[in-house]
C-alpha cells in the first residue's frame, strides 16, 4: 500500500497536467457556447417569442400541428423536453437536493 501512494505521488503532478492540457480547449468551447446559447432572450427577441407562441396556441386550435413533418414534430418535441428538463434542474437548485424526485 505505502509502494501505492508513493507511486500515486510521484505520477500526481503529471497527471494534473496531462488533465489540464486535455481539458483547457473543450472548456474553452464549453464557456463559448454556453456565453451564446445560455442568455435570456433581450427585450429585441421578445416579440418574435410573443409571435411564435401565438402560432403556437392558434396551430394547437385549428389542428394544423398535425400536418407537421416528421422532422419538424421531433425538433418540437427535442425543445418541449430540453424546457422541461431546465425546468427539473431549476427545482433540484432550488430544493438544494435530488430528494423527492424520481431520478
Known amino acids: ?3 501505492f501512494v508513493c507511486n500515486l505521488a510521484e505520477k ?3 497527471l494534473v497536467n496531462a488533465a489540464v492540457t486535455y481539458s483547457k ?3 474553452a468551447t464549453f464557456w463559448h457556447y454556453a456565453k451564446v446559447e445560455l ?3 433581450t427585450p429585441a427577441e421578445i416579440p418574435t417569442v410573443i409571435q411564435s407562441l401565438k402560432k403556437i396556441v392558434k396551430s394547437a386550435q385549428t ?3 398535425k400536418q407537421l413533418t416528421v422532422k419538424e414534430a421531433l425538433l418540437n418535441g427535442l425543445g ?5 428538463m431546465w425546468f427539473y434542474v431549476g427545482e433540484i437548485i432550488g430544493k438544494r ?3 423527492g424526485y424520481n431520478v
Do not use: C, K
Request: neutral net charge; without cysteine.
Open 97 to 99: 437536493g435530488l430528494i
Open 63 to 65: 389542428g394544423s400541428f
Open 39 to 41: 442568455v435570456p432572450p
Open 25 to 27: 480547449p473543450r472548456l
Open 12 to 14: 500526481a503532478p503529471a
Open 1 to 3: 500500500m505505502a509502494q
Open 80 to 84: 418541449a423536453t430540453e424546457v422541461w
